[in-house]
């Protein structure tokens, strides 16, 4: 790398070199320490909602509503499994990379944790309890039993979430259809191929 793209370079050119800028920054980290306290100035007829602060939401899950007294930063997952009691919605990474949280907003897979429960108001939201035919397994449900499409099965859930997602978007898709809709979904257990093969099985059972 030439020195022309050195990132020291960059911050002298408006007259602050980096070790400066760092020791700057470095001051004001200490000074909110001690003091606790960072003055932010509001933009004009900004309403402050402190993230303590409760409110009421109804939200429309598995076809039952659902009223609730939330804070505004709580996650769809935090209210899906912690206040609701909806525990096939998992937790994994938290931030929006393993799919394990994944339900179904509108009939589109989405991650649980990176969606607020606010931002879920007046959209019908599924989880895999909702794919339940009474006592009886869904078909996607079905179709994963059936082909083993599972090893330690925490991603499970939110497998099947993305595979019911995509075949109410795509009722028969290609192998390459099915790869790229379940791309959103890790399996650390590497059981893709009979992944793929139950969502092939799901797709002929729903037209069947």
Request: overall charge negative; charged content about 20%; aromatic content about 4%.
């Amino acid at each position: 790398m030439t020195k022309d793209h050195h990132d020291d370079e960059c911050p002298c050119r408006q007259g602050v070199s980096r070790r400066g800028f760092l020791t700057t920054l470095g001051v004001g980290a200490a000074a909110v320490a001690v003091s606790g306290k960072v003055a932010v100035a509001a933009p004009a007829g900004a309403v402050a909602i402190t993230g303590e602060e409760m409110t009421k939401i109804v939200l429309s899950i598995n076809g039952r509503k659902q009223r609730l007294l939330v804070e505004p930063r709580w996650s769809l997952l935090h209210v899906l499994r912690d206040r609701l009691g909806l525990t096939a919605v998992k937790v994994g990474c938290e931030r929006g990379e393993c799919g394990a949280c994944t339900v179904l907003i509108d009939d589109e897979p989405r991650y649980a944790c990176m969606t607020l429960a606010l931002e879920a108001q007046g959209k019908e939201i599924t989880t895999l309890e909702g794919l339940m035919r009474g006592e009886e397994l869904g078909a996607t449900q079905q179709a994963f039993l059936e082909t083993d499409a599972f090893q330690c099965g925490y991603c499970t859930p939110g497998q099947i979430l993305a595979a019911e997602g995509l075949l109410r978007a795509n009722p028969d898709p290609t192998p390459e259809e099915i790869a790229q809709g379940m791309s959103g979904n890790l399996c650390r257990c590497g059981a893709y191929t009979h992944i793929f093969a139950a969502v092939q099985q799901a797709a002929e059972a729903k037209r069947g």
